[in-house]
């Protein structure tokens, strides 16, 4: 009986021997590492560009004006071996282009860890508008011309009906080039001009006073940059109503929270990579979607935002 027993236990013990190592080698919870995507191939043909990867990429794009150049990132990508890394001329509006690999730093829980960027610069003839479309396998850039206006519809001034955009507003600076914290002013008269200038890209042909059904969802997210500025455009399914412009510090951030919105962005970060802003991030509550443009450095000279119908423009001036 006794030896009976003894079999047991021991049998017993090496059971859960054997399964403390299994569980050991599984490490549950740890969380998954994607590999970088492989950028494997490019191909630049007139004025459209297309990139090839091992899989789907996610690129945000943005134009410096002096000279004009149009900047591709994506993130979590690396460049192949044996990929051209520059190009000459093509079609009428690309001057030369070029590819670079850059890393960068973010904190992840209390960890900082390495992300690798891939980095596509298209040196332009002149200023553009552009359409960055994902494929499966990569993405294309395809850049047209600014059309011209003729001159008998040059002086034709369109209205923007002061109800599509009741709610301008600016954060309070102090003498220090520091936002004040959550205060927000009402702009003034003054400042109606500064508006319709920062609304000239994204009003419809004719605008019409006609106001939406209240946004679900935040849609989109998109960004561009010249010296000394900085506009993120934030698009939803329908118009923002019910929301709150403020600044954070430690690091320097201003914040859109958006009430009763939700976000079906594919995304949480925005590498803007302007020099002046770090990134964009989204985050999700139950109530609400905040949005947050995070800025390097400690100063700004003005930051303030407008809306149009489904759209807002939040504007940083350093």
Known sequence: MKTKTHNARALACALLLALGIMLGSCQVG??????????????????????????????????????????????????????????GPSGTLI???????????QQQGDEEKEMKIAQLSLELSQNITYKVTEENSGFSVGL???????????????????????QIQKLSI?????PTGKAVVPIGLGDEKEAREMLKNIIPERAQAEKLAPAKNVQDISYRSTEG????IIVGDGEFGDY????????????VDFYGV???????V?????????????????????????????????????SLQNKMIIKILF
């Open 30 to 87: 740890e969380p998954e590492q994607v590999t970088p995507a492989l950028i494997n191939k490019i191909e630049v043909n007139e004025n459209q560009v297309s990139v090839f990867a091992s899989r789907k990429l996610e690129p945000g794009a943005y134009i410096l004006p002096s000279p004009p150049r149009l900047m591709v990132t994506v993130e979590n990508a690396e460049l192949g071996k044996g990929l051209p890394l520059s190009g």
């Open 95 to 105: 001057k030369s282009w070029s590819f670079e690999q850059k890393s960068i730093k």
């Open 144 to 166: 047209e011309e600014v059309k011209k206006v003729e001159s008998s519809t040059r002086t034709e001034k369109i209205e923007i009906p002061k109800e599509l955009y009741p």
């Open 174 to 178: 102090n003498t220090e080039g520091q």
């Open 262 to 268: 939700k976000s079906t962005l594919n995304k949480e």
């Open 270 to 306: 925005f590498l803007a990579n302007s020099g002046k802003i770090a990134q964009i991030r989204v985050g999700t509550y139950p109530n609400k979607t905040r949005v947050v443009v995070e800025i390097k450095g400690s100063q700004i000279k003005d930051a303030r935002e407008v």
């Open 229 to 232: 500025t900085f506009e993120a």
């Open 244 to 255: 709150k412009l403020m600044s954070l510090d430690k690091p320097l951030r201003i914040v």
